[in-house]
Every structure is written in structure tokens, then in C-alpha cells.
């Protein structure tokens, strides 16, 4: 669980992996087409800018010399319309390829948010969201610039290349050769910086996912943090985070350029070097048009050089986060179907531990061999202390994590052997800790069964006691709340949890401290309504004030992940043992 904290760096991938990008061409495949079609454009334009200097050899070696005008405006008309047309083509490219580029983002996030959407409560209980999230947001992000012109950028450049070679060995070979001589100079920079580069990206995307981890925690509990004045001391621990982003920022930076300059120096030094040797050949094959137009070519030849350069750093950056990416993607569920899971069947809500070993860690058992029966229709009350394994217990049910040892079944099938989402849509919970989501409240209680009508959502409301408050809200059930209900009180957003859970019409009911935040005038009423919706239902509750649950058909005392006994509330009373104790303790009070 040590991964769980904001401050903590996540291990770093040791040298590039060639897979992450072959998986990205994946998600490139179906717009190759589009692509393709972009490459063609690019290609025409870069023939159109590479005539040029061709054009002006043309002209200082034969129109010139014998003033011919006219072939000098035919020569400027072709340069005028080799502009456009370059012109032309980039326009197109830039609007084709950020659209393609987008899309191939969209894809990507809509995996990576699909498969989050799959993975296990575990999986979330051991990361910080902020860190889950950066991953969605920035990092595919990051990708942008890459998919949108990289690609593209560089075949195009690798094409120029080509063409640029020919056209200076079309001028004269020697030199064609000397102007190669700067090139394995460049070839051993990019290998002494490959390594450093790719490592600073790695440590940058650590803290920028670190401060987003911590910006995400510091808003969730912005209310703790007003509440204990603790605005300084998470200023300076933001200031902290914040700096070691700086830091690493800027030492991916340092590192990022000393590739461009190091283009740049070469190129120059090389450009000089031609102007030596080609000087001193002139008259020896060599025309003053040659040189001019062979030096154009020297500086077209390092420009895409210099851009093919400017895509390996970029390849390197979106490495560290396709690493993040494709590492969130390739996470396995902890709780799957098995090869052959079925559907589970409509049900009677008949629900047996056997032996059920349990630990959300290998070395902790939260519960420690449960067994029990619950008949169809029976209300099972769970009490014991904090931590003793109550909400373990009704989780297991739900198979939001698997067991460790022993068996869980319903209506006498192994919840194992079952498919998860035919067992959860049979199956109304209400967790500890009531959600809601930005939206409308109507939109909120029929999050529970999308296809119910207003009349369903609003007689679920009513017979929960929700109603009531709703009606009096200035837009009723088309109320917008914010983000967790902020809006609202406590006790009402159990409500409308309440409603959303009653709504969905589950063969068995969990409600896990379902009136904790409600008002004891409110919880009385409640009652009245449970006792017909509780009817025919097999029902586990978790409750703390044992007033709320001495109608259950059975109780539960767990303390330590063992059941310590079992009974109705007067049974238990009359042995006088664990829940006596309990009862006597809330009654003095």
C-alpha cells in the first residue's frame, strides 16, 4: 500500500520498449487511409520547396549570364507557383492531421476510460486518484503534438532527405560526400543523449503525477483542511511537489535542447566547410550557380535532419507516458469472470458462507472462517465494533473482491461460477459512503434502473422519505447538484441513495449504515416504509444505533472477523453476551 501516497514515485521502466510504440500504431491503423492521403500532399509539397535552389543554379548559370529575362520570369513563375502549392498542401496537412490526431487521442481515452471502468476496488484502494486520473488527462494529452504533425512531419522529412541527396549528388558527387562528413558527428549525440533524455521525461512524468495526486487529495478534503487551519502547511507541501515538478522540468528541458543546438553547430560547421572546398574547386567542374545551389541544398539537408531530431525527443517524451498509459491498460481486474462463468438466473435470495477466509492484504485476515445461512426474504443485521468485518462481509456478496478461501453462494450457485454483471443487477446496494453525481436528482435515483419512469423514481423517493424534501426544493426533481451532493445535507443524500438502491428492485438489498446522517423523526418514518419494502427481499443491514435494526429477522455479532454470536434482538438479549453488552452500552447513553 505504499504506492497509496502522493509523495511516493512510481518504479521506473528500465530502457525504451519498441512495443509501446508498435501498440500505438494500433490505434494509428484505422485513419491510415486518411493519413496516406496526407503523406501524398506533403510529399508534393516538399518536390514544390525542394526546386528552388535548383531554379536558382538555372539562373545564375545560364539566364543571367546571357540576360535572358524571359527565361527568368519563366523560372520566377515556376518558383511562385512551387510556393503555392507548398502552401497549399501545409494548410491541408495541418487541418487533416489534427483532426486525425484527435481522434486517435479519443480512442485512446475512451480505452483507457472504458478499462478503468472494469478494474477492481483494490486497484483504486491502493492508488491515489489524482495519480489514476493524470494518466487520462495529461499524459494522452501529451500524445497531441505527436500524432497531429510528428508522424507526418517525419516521413515527409525522411522523403525530403532522400530527394535533397539526389539533387546534390546531381550537382556534383565530391561534394556530396564532404557534406556527409558532419553526420556521424551528429549520429553519436543523439546516442550519448538518448539515455538522459528519455530518463528525465520518466522522472517528469513521476512528479507531475505526484502533484496531481496531491492537488486532487488537497480539493477532496478542502473542508478537513479549513476545518484545522492547515492552509499554510499544505501551501508549503504543495510548494514542495510544486518544486520538484519545476526542477524535473527543467532538467528534461536542458536535456530535451542540446539535441537542436548541436544540429545547428554541425551544420554550420559543415556549410563553412563546403564553402572551403567548393571555393577552391570552382572552374573544376564546379559553376558559382553549383556552389549557390549545393549550399541551398546543405542547409534543406540539416533542416530535416534537424526536425527528425526534434521527433526522436518528442518519441522519447510520449514514451514515458505511453509507459503510464499502456501500464494502466495491461492491469488486470482482480475480480473476473471465470472461463466459464454463466448468467445467474433470477433469484430468491437464499445466501450461504462456507468457511469464508478473507484479507485485503496476504498477511491480514479481516475475516477469519464465516459461515452462515440466510433464507429468501430474511433481514441479516451486522454489528460489532468498527473494523470487525461488517462491511467486508456485504461486500463479498457483491463480489466486489474475491474470497481467499472457502465459498460464497446464492440460491445454492458458487457467486464464483457466475458472471459479475448478471450477480450485481440483482443486487441493490447502498454503500457507507452516499454518491451522488453532478447532474439532476431524478437523474440521480434512476441511476439505479435507467429505464424507470419519473412516476417509478419519484414512488421510490416517497417511500424512502425522500420526497418530501425534494418537493420543496426550488426545481423539485430536476434540482441540479453538484459534484458528491455538496448541496445537500448528509442525511439527504442518504436519502436519495436510499431511493436509487430501493429503485433498481434487487432480489437482495444491502444497506450499509443507511441512516447514520438521517434525523431520528425521519429514520422513525423510514422505518415504516422498510417494512414493505423489506418484504419478500433478503435484506443485509449494517447499523451502529440497534434501535434501527431490532425487527431483523436475524443478528449478527462480528468482532475480529469471527461471527461471536447469532440470533433475533431478544434472543441475544437473554443470553446476555456480546450484543447485551452492546445494547446496554447505547441504552445507558
Not at 491503423?29 to 535552389?53: D, E, H, Q, R, W
Not at 553519436?188 to 533524455?197: E, F, P, R
Not at 435507467?450 to 422519505?465: G, R, S, W
Amino acid at each position: 500500500m505504499a504506492r497509496n501516497k502522493f509523495d511516493v514515485d512510481e518504479d521506473l521502466e528500465s530502457p525504451f520498449r519498441l512495443v509501446h510504440f508498435q501498440r500505438l500504431l494500433v490505434y494509428i491503423k484505422p485513419y491510415k487511409t486518411k493519413i496516406l492521403i496526407t503523406v501524398l500532399m506533403m510529399l508534393l509539397a516538399s518536390c514544390a520547396n525542394l526546386v528552388g535552389p535548383y531554379l536558382i543554379k538555372q539562373a545564375i548559370d545560364k539566364e543571367i549570364p546571357t540576360k535572358d529575362i524571359s527565361g527568368l520570369f519563366i523560372l520566377a513563375g515556376i518558383y511562385i507557383l512551387a510556393l503555392i502549392t507548398t502552401g497549399i498542401c501545409m494548410k491541408f496537412r495541418i487541418r487533416m492531421m489534427s483532426q486525425t490526431g484527435q481522434s486517435i487521442i479519443r480512442d485512446i481515452r475512451k480505452d483507457l476510460f472504458t478499462h478503468l471502468q472494469k478494474l477492481s476496488f483494490s486497484f483504486y484502494d491502493s492508488r491515489p486518484h489524482g495519480k489514476i486520473l493524470v494518466r487520462v488527462v495529461n499524459y494522452v494529452n501529451s500524445l497531441s503534438d505527436l500524432l497531429s504533425n510528428g508522424i507526418i512531419n517525419v516521413i515527409t522529412d525522411l522523403f525530403s532527405l532522400l530527394v535533397i541527396v539526389g539533387f546534390m549528388l546531381s550537382i556534383d558527387p565530391k561534394l556530396t560526400l564532404y557534406a556527409m562528413a558532419g553526420f556521424p558527428v551528429l549520429a553519436g549525440v543523439i546516442l550519448l543523449l538518448k539515455n538522459a533524455q528519455r530518463k528525465a521525461w520518466q522522472i517528469l512524468s513521476n512528479k507531475q503525477s505526484n502533484m496531481n495526486a496531491y492537488i486532487h487529495e488537497s480539493i477532496s478534503g478542502i473542508k478537513v483542511t479549513q476545518a484545522f487551519s492547515r492552509e499554510e502547511e499544505n501551501a508549503r507541501i504543495f510548494s514542495d511537489v510544486s518544486g520538484s515538478y519545476r526542477s524535473s522540468w527543467m532538467r528534461a528541458i536542458k536535456v530535451h535542447f542540446l539535441l537542436w543546438p548541436a544540429i545547428e553547430n554541425i551544420s554550420v560547421l559543415t556549410v563553412s566547410f563546403i564553402y572551403i572546398i567548393g571555393v577552391s574547386m570552382i572552374g573544376d567542374g564546379v559553376t558559382v550557380g553549383s556552389l549557390v545551389a549545393f549550399v541551398g541544398y546543405i542547409w534543406m539537408f540539416w533542416t530535416p535532419l534537424a526536425n527528425i531530431g526534434n521527433f526522436y525527443n518528442a518519441i522519447i517524451n510520449a514514451m514515458a507516458y505511453l509507459e503510464r498509459i499502456f501500464e494502466t491498460m495491461d492491469e488486470k481486474p482482480a475480480v473476473t469472470d471465470a472461463p466459464n462463468a454463466k448468467e445467474l438466473p433470477a433469484i430468491q435470495g437464499r445466501v450461504e458462507f462456507k468457511d469464508v477466509v478473507f484479507g485485503y492484504e496476504e498477511a491480514d485476515r479481516i475475516l477469519d472462517n464465516v459461515s452462515f445461512n440466510v433464507e429468501p426474504g430474511d433481514t441479516i443485521a451486522l454489528v460489532g465494533a468498527t473494523g470487525s468485518g461488517k462491511t467486508t462481509i456485504v461486500s463479498l456478496i457483491s463480489r466486489f473482491y474475491d474470497i481467499t478461501s472457502g465459498k460464497i453462494e446464492i440460491d445454492g450457485t458458487d457467486i464464483n461460477s457466475v458472471t459479475i454483471p448478471s450477480l450485481r443487477r440483482q443486487m441493490g446496494v447502498m454503500l457507507q459512503d452516499p454518491f451522488i453525481f453532478s447532474g439532476t436528482i431524478m437523474d440521480n435515483i434512476r441511476y439505479g434502473r435507467l429505464d424507470a419512469t419519473d412516476e417509478e423514481v419519484i414512488e421510490a423517493a416517497k417511500a424512502v422519505q425522500a420526497h418530501q424534501f425534494i418537493s420543496q426544493l426550488k426545481d423539485g426533481y430536476q434540482t441540479e447538484v453538484n459534484e458528491r451532493g455538496t448541496r445537500l445535507s448528509t442525511g439527504q443524500r442518504q436519502l436519495i441513495s436510499f431511493a436509487r438502491a430501493l429503485l433498481a428492485d434487487p432480489r437482495i438489498l444491502i444497506l450499509d449504515e443507511a441512516t447514520s446522517s438521517i434525523d431520528t423523526e425521519t429514520e422513525l418514518a423510514l422505518q415504516k416504509g422498510l417494512e414493505t419494502l423489506l418484504e419478500g427481499r433478503t435484506s443485509f443491514i449494517i447499523a451502529h444505533r440497534l434501535s434501527t435494526i431490532q425487527n431483523a429477522t436475524r443478528i449478527l455479532f462480528i468482532d475480529k472477523g469471527r461471527i461471536m454470536e447469532e440470533g433475533s434482538h431478544q434472543e441475544l438479549l437473554q443470553r446476555r453476551g456480546y450484543y447485551w453488552k452492546l445494547h446496554a452500552s447505547q441504552k445507558a447513553v
